[in-house]
Each structure stands twice: as C-alpha cells, then as structure tokens.
C-alpha cells in the first residue's frame, strides 16, 4: 500500500469525525482512526523493509532504509498534529489530556525524525549521540540536489520539535539535547545551501529563537521563578518563539502543528478578551 494513500485515507477519515473535541466518545474515534494508521504504517514499514533488503549494495540498502524511516515518522507526526487540529484548540493550556498525549506524540515523531535524518547509513545501526565530529549523516549530504520540498520539511520538523518541546515545558536537559542535533544539522548543511537559502535561513533562525528561549527559563530558574506547566506567564523570548511561522509552511506547504502555543490564563486575565487566547 502507498504511504500518500495510507495518510490520505486516515486525513479523510479525520475529517469525517469531527465532532464536539470534549466528548468522550469523539475522542474514542479520533483515537481508534489514529492507532489503526499507526499500524497500517507500521505494515508498510515492514513490507518496504523487506523489498529494500534485497538492493545488492549495502551502502544503498541503507540508505534506502534510513529514507523509510524518515518517511515513516513524518507520517506519524503529521498524522498526530492532523488529529490535535480537529479540535479547534490550539491553546495547549486548554487541552484535555487526550488532546495533549497527540501532542506529546506529534513531539516523539518529530524526535525520531530527526534522530534518523542525523544517522550516517554507511554504519549500520549508528546514534547521533555516539557520532564523532567527523562522521556526517548520508540523508543530508543529498541535499544539495534535493527539492524544495525536502528542504522544507526538514526545516519545519526541526522548528516543529523544538517548539513543541518548550511548549510541553520539557526539561531543559532534554531542549539542550535537540539543540545539538539542530545544530549539527544547520552545520552540515552550510556545505549545500546554494538554492535554498531561505529554509536554511528558518531553520538557524529557529535554532536561535529556541535558545533564546532556554536563556529565558535559564534565568528565571536561578530568579526562583518557576517554570512548569501551570506558570501564569511567558517571557518574551518565548511569546517570540511561540508566534514564529513562517510563512513558506503555511502558504506554500500547508504544514500543520505550527500554529500552537501554550498562554496559561491566570485569575487575571478572566477579565480581558477571552476570544484572543484561542
């Protein structure tokens, strides 16, 4: 079965089902339509594996192999934020649990997604974490004949992963983490940017507004301020960070999941304009 058909079907599906986003039994569907995709993803994964096992050169074979993977995770955390959209809510602070566990998996796909567009398929079975300066990943070193639309994608999920991860007021060790891959990718791609200037561009740009952000949380840590999922307040790093999208995702791809952010609403703010915060 094609990958397009598997993720058009569960999109039409999706946007059959919805519903009132609050009721259990619309949550019910929404999660049922969601894990069969994941398995029927899963099963191409499988079948594809295998019809690739049989490419005679093993650098291809691996290549291959990383190339399905990276399709494989795309799927899943486009699939993810499709899902979160039927629900009209883009406030995170707002969600219900189920809401956020989609958004909690969108984040673990576009992890992964990036853990495999880092790996060098030359080593079987290698780890960014474990990679040596030297060691470059196959999947990149492509991209200076690749198209637009590769490009865009992964600047987007790496904007996508890093967003999220603050939003989801992840540990700061763990935002430090993919900061370094992010990094790693914008430096391997300095070599090859002649054409796609401006996703290079989003992506440093990206980089830099995330580690604005961390500075942020940094220093209201050490303030004693706290930072946790229930804070009444952003810092303006972040409201910068949260309100960065650019353009190319939404006019010319139509990416999802950009448009969330999390604004805590305190006592005090009963009293402005609710229809703003959503």
């Not at 059959?16 to 609050?22: E, M």
């Not at 969601?34 to 691996?62: C, F, Y």
């Not at 990943?137 to 904007?159: E, G, N, P, Q, R």
Request: with cysteine; proline share 4%; hydrophobic share 45%.
């Amino acid at each position: 079965m094609e990958l397009n058909f598997i993720r058009a079907e569960a999109y039409n599906k999706i946007v059959a089902q919805v519903g009132d986003p609050l009721l259990p039994q619309d949550e019910s569907t929404l999660r049922r339509t969601v894990e069969d995709t994941t398995v029927e993803l899963s099963l191409w994964l499988e079948e594809w594996t295998v019809i690739v096992s049989t490419e005679p050169t093993p650098q291809q074979q691996l290549l291959a192999l990383q190339n399905l993977h990276i399709q494989r995770e795309w799927a899943m955390m486009t699939l993810y934020l499709k899902a979160i959209a039927t629900s009209g809510i883009e406030n995170i602070a707002f969600m219900t649990n189920f809401q956020k566990e989609f958004v909690c998996r969108a984040k673990e796909a576009a992890a992964r997604h990036l853990h495999h567009v880092l790996e060098d398929s030359s080593t079987p079975f290698s780890s960014p974490a474990l990679s040596s300066e030297h060691t470059r990943s196959t999947y990149l070193s492509t991209f200076k004949w690749t198209l637009d639309y590769v490009w865009a994608k992964c600047a987007f999920s790496i904007l996508l992963v890093l967003k999220l991860a603050i939003l989801l007021r992840d540990p700061v060790p763990s935002v430090m983490l993919l900061l370094r891959d992010a990094h790693r990718v914008l430096e391997e791609l300095k070599t090859v940017t002649v054409g796609h200037i401006a996703y290079f561009q989003i992506l440093q740009t990206s980089i830099e507004k995330c580690e604005a952000t961390l500075r942020e949380y940094v220093t209201q840590q050490n303030a004693g301020a706290d930072l946790d999922a229930t804070s009444n307040s952003n810092g303006v790093a972040e409201d910068e960070f949260q309100g960065y999208v650019p353009s190319e995702f939404v006019f010319e791809w139509d990416f999802p999941g950009l448009n969330l952010k999390h604004m805590p609403l305190g006592w005090q703010d009963l009293f402005i304009n609710i229809d703003n915060i959503f």
